[in-house]
């Protein structure tokens, strides 16, 4: 059974670069890695979700249009890890940011919370 | 950017059936929007209920189903339980990009 960890800062300052992991462990890890899409969302407090985007086991990624000159997703292989990171933050990217695996969604993450504050 | 529409909230009984509706602002829902559905309850993660539109986890309860309806997706409940109060997204893909809806707030009373 894969399990997925969100881990980073938990504040980061306006216009800084928000830098997230995705620790993966459990099940088939080095297979995981490479046959799966991994996917980022996020839910500011006490609001909805939103997609932030993924990026498919042939490592193309697809961005929310909202977020896409700011976003970038990768994967560590080597640490079995899938990484966000997010330019140029401001109070509205305050969130709690998911990670979760694959077409069919199985697993997430528990979440992280990233405030962005001075 | 379409827009994904939920009803806001939705109220059944207990041993009840609802069905809660996902609209694409741009057109009728297909399955090529490969729709999801996602239950979340207060202070926990979300979870799949339902992928590409009517497929089902194998921790997803039989008595929810989802289907198109309508020219929506569809999550229905069929005999709600107390512990299905929570709240229901959908997920709409657009080409492989991904817009939620805003969330269903479903009430078990």
């Known amino acids: 059974q894969v399990q997925l960890q969100e881990s980073g800062p938990g504040l980061v300052k306006p216009s800084e670069t928000l830098s997230l992991t995705c620790n993966i462990s459990g099940g088939y890890i080095s297979g995981s890695i490479s046959e799966y899409e991994w996917i980022w969302m996020r839910q500011p407090p006490g609001k909805g979700l939103e997609w932030i985007g993924y990026?498919?086991?042939?490592?193309?990624?697809n961005y929310n249009p909202s977020l896409k000159s700011r976003v970038t997703i990768s994967v560590v292989t080597s640490k079995n890890q899938i990484s966000l990171m997010l330019s140029s933050v401001t109070a509205a990217d305050t969130a709690v940011y998911y990670c979760a695996r694959g077409s069919s969604v199985d697993s997430w993450g528990q979440g992280t919370l990233v405030t962005v504050s001075s | 950017q379409a827009v994904v529409t939920q009803e806001p909230s939705v109220t059944v009984s207990p041993g009840g059936t609802v069905t809660l509706t996902c609209g694409s602002s741009i057109g009728a829902v297909t399955s090529g929007h490969h729709s999801y559905w996602f239950q979340q309850k207060s202070g926990q993660a979300p979870r799949t209920l339902i992928y590409a539109t009517s497929n089902k986890h194998s921790w997803t309860p039989a008595r929810f189903s989802g289907s198109l309806l309508g020219g929506k997706a569809a999550l229905t409940l069929s005999g709600a339980q107390p512990e299905d109060e929570a709240d229901y997204y959908c997920?709409?893909?657009?080409?492989?990009?991904?817009?939620f809806g805003g969330g269903t707030k479903l009430t078990v009373l």
């Open positions: 997920l709409l893909s657009y080409s492989g990009t991904g817009v």
């Open positions: 990026i498919s086991f042939t490592g193309s990624t």
